[in-house]
């Protein structure tokens, strides 16, 4: 299993996964022209790690702004971090957001409901 290192576009995100750290980060706006293809080897690569891997898995999101289909493809990777808890895994969510950005707060709340793993929203220190 190979890391991964997407580099972020004016609409895409930086996306890099980190396998020996158990560690996925995105970091910037997210309204690409197809969602489902860009997070498509997202995807693969936590449902990779979580079949193959037994450490425990943390994303790491600053995300300022993201379309409605990249909204979806959020709720995709968090059920499958969601699954993966209630299978005993260890996972988390931290996602750190620039305080002067509401939006992006309520966004990471309303996420955070949906879930019982460990999801910390905090403003981003840097």
Known sequence: ???????????????TALRE??????????????????????????ETFLRDDTGPLRLELRLVYMNTSSVKAMMDIFDLLE?????????QVDWLYDPRNERVLDLADEFREDCTFPFRIAPDGH
């Open 1 to 15: 299993m190979n890391d991964l290192n997407i580099p972020g576009t004016q609409s895409t995100p930086c996306v």
């Open 21 to 46: 750290q158990g560690l996925l980060t995105m970091a910037g706006d997210s309204y690409p022209e197809n969602s489902f293809e860009f997070f498509r080897d997202v995807i693969a690569w936590i």
């Open 83 to 91: 699954e993966a808890h209630t299978q005993g895994r260890p996972v």
